[in-house]
C-alpha cells in the first residue's frame, strides 16, 4: 500500500469556503472514485491556511486508474471549477508507510 498525500495552500481568508465546498461537493466524489480516505486535515499552527489530505492506494497502476476515472468525470471537472481560485499552490507527494506504521 502507498498513501497519496496532498497539500494545498489556500488564500488567505478562504480556507473556510474551500473545506466547505470541499466537503460537499468534492469529497463524495472522491470517496466514489478513490476509496480509501485516510485523512483530511487543516493547520492551525506554523504555515497556516493549508489542508492536508490522505488517500490509500494498492499501488501506482491503482491509483493512476482511480484518478484517472474521477478527472474524466464532468462532476469532478465542475467541482474543480469552484475552488480553484482559492487554491495558492498545491503539492501532491508519495508516502511508503513503515512496516511498523498503523497505517498499512
Given at each position: 500500500m502507498l498513501v497519496e498525500e496532498r497539500d494545498y495552500r489556500i488564500?488567505?481568508?478562504?480556507?473556510?469556503?474551500f473545506v466547505s465546498?470541499?466537503?460537499e461537493h468534492g469529497l463524495p466524489l472522491q470517496?466514489?472514485?478513490?476509496d480509501r480516505f485516510l485523512g483530511y486535515f487543516t493547520t492551525e499552527i506554523g504555515e497556516l491556511n493549508h489542508v492536508v489530505a490522505w488517500w490509500g492506494y494498492e499501488g501506482?497502476?491503482?491509483?493512476?486508474r482511480r484518478r484517472g476515472a474521477m478527472l474524466a468525470d464532468p462532476a469532478w471537472t465542475a467541482y474543480l471549477s469552484?475552488?480553484?481560485?482559492l487554491?495558492?499552490?498545491q503539492n501532491s507527494r508519495i508516502l511508503l508507510p513503515a512496516g511498523f506504521s498503523p497505517i498499512k
Open positions: 488564500r488567505p481568508g478562504k480556507l473556510g469556503q465546498t470541499y466537503e470517496k466514489h472514485y478513490l501506482l497502476d491503482d491509483r493512476l469552484m475552488v480553484t481560485d487554491v495558492d499552490t
